[in-house]
């Protein structure tokens, strides 16, 4: 009989501790970070000398629902990554609207869907994305602009890279702006 008031007071008073744990609350609305773009040599498809870009950057999502499935048919076309490419001209930036810039990648893409299971939903990580370049020449810089978008339709924050020297082998940081 001691044992079990023992146990009932020992489990009394875990709960009581555990209730007191405050538990963390972030918007449900997603959140992001530019952390680096990376400017490196590889090798294309078809084994040709090529650069390529890898953004870099940080998410939180308080409830959880980031991420795509893959589309249901190929009529469906769901993303939820926007780029928006800038270059630099006459000395400032300007956004890139040919389609035919060669330095300008998919507009969008799907960051693969994600779920956390149990009572917390918060979602945190860091999300990579490379960009290959083909065509490009020694004075070319850019930046990007960017944002993520959560199954709910919230928009995230929009972020923006350094300026980048494509030809320039580099690690462009938040601290490079």
């Not at 960009?131 to 960017?146: G, P, R, W």
């Amino acid at each position: 009989m001691k044992g079990y008031i023992q146990f009932i007071l020992l489990t009394s008073l875990a709960a009581l501790i555990h209730g007191c744990i405050k538990v963390e609350q972030v918007p449900s609305t997603p959140s992001i970070e530019f952390t680096s773009f990376e400017i490196f040599d590889t090798l294309d498809i078809l084994g040709n000398n090529s650069k390529a870009g890898r953004l870099l950057f940080r998410f939180e999502d308080g409830d959880g629902d980031l991420g795509l499935t893959a589309p249901a048919n190929d009529n469906t076309d769901t993303t939820n990554l926007h780029l928006t490419l800038f270059r630099k001209k006459n000395g400032s930036m300007s956004k890139v609207t040919s389609q035919s810039d060669p330095l300008l990648p998919y507009a969008s893409y799907r960051i693969p869907y994600m779920e956390r299971l149990g009572q917390n939903q918060i979602l945190r990580g860091t999300i990579a994305v490379t960009l290959m370049y083909q065509s490009y020449n020694d004075a070319d810089t850019i930046k990007y602009s960017f944002f993520i978008k959560d199954r709910a339709d919230n928009n995230s924050n929009t972020e923006e890279t350094s300026e980048i020297i494509v030809a320039k082998n580099n690690i462009y940081t938040r601290d490079s702006r």
